[in-house]
């Protein structure tokens, strides 16, 4: 039978993990990779921190098994290690979200209000699909768009929305789609397309939350 010392070491390896995610800028780089995989400098663009402060924060993720790297060239390429680090995250942000009081108004200082935007939920996303009369935009950064998507959507980063508005077929109803619920990708392509006579809404999660469903995925060829 182990003793008590044996205990703690045990109970101190289990937290591991939260405790390396105890800090926000790590969250954020965890925000991102649920996405797909990145290298170390467009991770430290992301998050808007140095390269050797990223480089940092990477270290600590993977010294806690929760990011994998691998090395191409001369770029390093980080990803999450396991989906089970996808669920830790949805995890911390729902408990929070139930239980931190002041999160509400750091949510609202934030994003805004969202109640002039059009929203629509996962399931209603799925029965429109099925349908077909919906054209779907991911408005996320290429390189995301490439590593996962929902099969028929547009990759159109909010970005580049305005000058590629043609794109968009007329009189379709639009459903844009970003990282999850505290990303603005999406919130800021509906203001775009709705300002410009379009019908818009937002889905109001995110690609993680669609492919951890077991939803259909695709990927792009590279």
Known sequence: MGDHQ???????????????????RRAELIDVLAQGE?????????IHQSLANTSQHLQR?????????????TRVYYSVASPAVERLWRALRETAEAHVGELGDLVRAYIGERDQLGMIT???LRRRLREG??????????PEYDAGHIPGALSLPVADLKSRLRE????SEIVAYCRGPYCLYADDAVRVL??????????????PEWKEEGLPVEQSAT
Do not use: W, Y
């Open 122 to 124: 996962r399931d209603e």
């Open 168 to 171: 968009i077929p007329q009189g």
């Open 133 to 142: 009369d919906v054209v779907v935009l991911d408005v996320r950064p290429q």
């Open 38 to 46: 990145r290298p170390v400098d467009e991770l430290a663009a992301e």
């Open 194 to 207: 709705t300002g410009e006579g379009r019908r818009a809404a937002r889905l109001e999660e995110g690609f």
């Open 61 to 73: 993720l993977l010294r806690a098994g929760l990011v994998c790297s691998r090395r191409s060239g």
């Open 6 to 24: 044996e205990k703690e070491a045990l109970f101190d390896a289990l937290v591991e993990a939260a405790k390396a995610l105890g800090n926000g």
